[in-house]
């Protein structure tokens, strides 16, 4: 019975041995499990060659809102570098077209001479006074003056050269001639005349960028309220000569009858 309960030890114990046996080894087999899913998770390392051939990729950059003050600065940038306003009644010159004042000189007929102070008002209405002369000289076996004052106003329609204008003034003619009577020997008589008149005309004004200004017109002086008058002794004494005929004609020629106007040439300079 001792025997038996020995061996029924012994079959115990060897039991015990297998079942930690087997335990040790469950363990063990667990730990390799363990460690071949932690391998297995692991990223694959790259090699050097990958690793220098790998691109590098950037990470994107977030955009971020502006803060108010680049914005202001960025719209005060803008204000700044914007062009001025062009001013259209302002040429190259930088003369500005709304009002331009100067002088302007010409030669023409019936007047020869003339000189004009002359301003043009956006680029549309000119307006001037003009005296114009003939120097006293020799027409006609008289000797002749001639002068006249008047305003003038050009209006140009389409704001280029073309004009259409009138002058409107009053001018003075005087002669005199000397006249030979046989043995009454010779005697001076004179003549005056004069008369308000009105001109239109058409023509052309054109201003260069400078300022330099040119232009001719034609047009017809209308006579209003001539008058003609004879002095000398031949007058006095009721006698007719020779001079009646062409001082009469003198004045009819130069304004007291209607006569063609002409300005060959206006040159000037507007500021």
């Known amino acids: 019975m001792w025997h038996g309960a020995r061996n029924g030890v012994r079959i115990m114990t060897a039991s015990s041995r297998v079942i930690r046996r087997i335990v040790s080894l469950a363990v063990a087999a667990s730990a390799v499990a ?107 076996g008289a000797e002749v003056g001639f002068k006249g004052i008047a305003a003038d106003l050009r209006v140009f329609p389409f704001k280029n050269s073309f004009f259409i204008g ?38 052309v004004l054109h201003t260069f960028k400078g300022g330099v200004t040119v232009g001719m017109d034609a047009g017809v002086q209308i006579p209003v309220g001539a008058s003609y008058s004879r002095a000398g002794r031949a007058t006095d004494a009721g006698i007719k000569t020779d001079a009646d005929p062409m001082l009469e004609t003198v004045a009819a020629v130069l304004g007291n009858k209607t006569t063609p106007t002409v300005d060959l040439l206006r040159v000037g300079f507007l500021f």
Do not use: C, H
Request: net charge negative.
């Open 34 to 140: 363990v460690s071949t899913v932690a391998v297995a998770s692991e990223p694959e390392m790259a090699s050097p060659e990958q690793v220098e051939e790998a691109p590098v990729e950037e990470a994107p950059v977030e955009e971020t809102a502006p803060t108010a003050a680049p914005v202001e600065l960025e719209m005060a940038s803008s204000v700044s570098m914007s062009p001025a306003p062009v001013d259209v009644d302002r040429p190259a010159s930088g003369r500005s077209e709304r009002l331009r004042i100067g002088a302007l000189a010409g030669v023409g007929f019936p007047r020869p001479l003339s000189i004009e102070a002359f301003a043009k008002v956006d680029r549309i209405v000119g307006l001037g006074v003009e005296y114009s002369f003939l120097p006293r000289t020799s027409l006609g």
């Open 166 to 203: 009138a002058r409107i003034g009053r001018q003075w003619l005087d002669a005199q001639a000397t006249l030979g009577q046989g043995q009454a020997g010779s005697f001076t008589e004179s003549m005056e005349a004069a008369t308000w008149f009105v001109n239109p005309r058409i023509g």
